[in-house]
DNA sequence: TTCCTTGTTGTAAGTTCTTACAATAAGAAA
DNA sequence: TTTCTTATTGTAAGAACTTACAACAAGGAA
């Protein structure tokens, strides 16, 4: 019997990368269906494993939203950081364009997204842990728009609230995009597009040479 | 035996105000605690009545959430377009401004109603029959906003496209809705007056005399 | 190879939730 | 009062979900 060939039931992964296929099969379950979808043998089953492994690594389902949260709001933050720093290069005016087009990108403002950012939204609101976390990285997303704003605005020898534009054309665009979650018809990258640019013009003067 | 007085275990209501009630209690244990406060039973105790009355006026829990949504949402906002329609009062731009004022009542934009409708957006994201229900309550709504903007467009001879600028009207109040149900402080009822006239100004020409 | 650590599985206990339904009784009608 | 309609109750069936845990086995160490 020595000749018979053992293979193996199931395969050995390193913790961290196993937590983090768990978290990504968590998100993708999200994505498809809501909270509803968030359930722990559907994630386990997503990330390929059996149900019995989860408690191994969240001690409660609870522990595995905020990772889930964590990671999916870290991931987009630091995405939009790294192309401010980027493209570092160029006018002010140029940056907020490119910021604004990294915004309303189509890939961003997948569908799948809609469904995990509108399934964490309304567990913030009646989860105080998560709402803490979300305050502090939404405010330092907006207000490095904010300054951003500013820079634009002080080029063109305008006066304008930076805070509050940014506040607005984020509201706007956030709007938008849950009138697109809600009715995926109801809006398209154009209107995106038209609707962003032409508030901010309205703020700072022409922005586009093109569109 | 006959003096003793039967005291009754229950009232008995009419059934439409019964439906009502329930609604009304369901509607408040969304406010408390999200989709997680959902629950058949704990609204039936907040209704005061018990857990098998419900499925009497409820063939199922979506058909409950369903209605949850068209009271919450649109019956303030209906009633107040209705009655606009109904008098018939003042110029097309003095209604404009009494419904933009009714959007953005504190009292209907009070936490207990972000924190419902958040609930039911992510559920209307991957519910396909509220998602219907959704769509034909949104977009009638919408239209009417469309056509009163197109109205004061007629009245002061400039050409807009309606209908685009109430979406981004009502894009722009829900994203700072969402904003305000994220972070509380974070957006004013003064902030919602200004960034919502100054957008319809943008497009349309001074709306008001005094604010 | 053999041993050992611990990642992984399978199962089940205990809980909670939705829906169904037969029995009960409130309140109107006669 | 008596009858009748049906709103309401109480309970339970059945499904689904979270968490716990004992046994198994993969893969590195010696």
Known sequence: MQSRKKVPRFKRE?????????????????????????????????????????PHYFKSKTELLAEVYRASLYDDVDRKIADLDDKAIGSPTERLCRIIDAIIDP?????????????????????????????ALYRSYLKSLAVLIGEVAEERQRRVNGTEIARSLQALIDGLFLERALDKQAVSHADFRRASYEFLELHLGKLTSAA
Chains 1, 2 share one sequence.
């Open 14 to 54: 390193a913790p961290e990368k196993r937590r983090a296929d768990l978290v990504q099969a968590a998100i993708r379950c999200l994505a498809e269906g809501g909270m509803a979808a968030f359930k722990m043998e559907r994630i386990a089953t997503e990330a390929g494993v059996s149900l019995g492994l989860l």
């Open 107 to 135: 890939d961003y403002l997948k569908p799948a997204n809609l469904t995990v950012w509108l399934a964490l939204w309304g567990e913030i609101v009646v989860n105080p842990e998560l709402r803490l976390a979300h305050r």
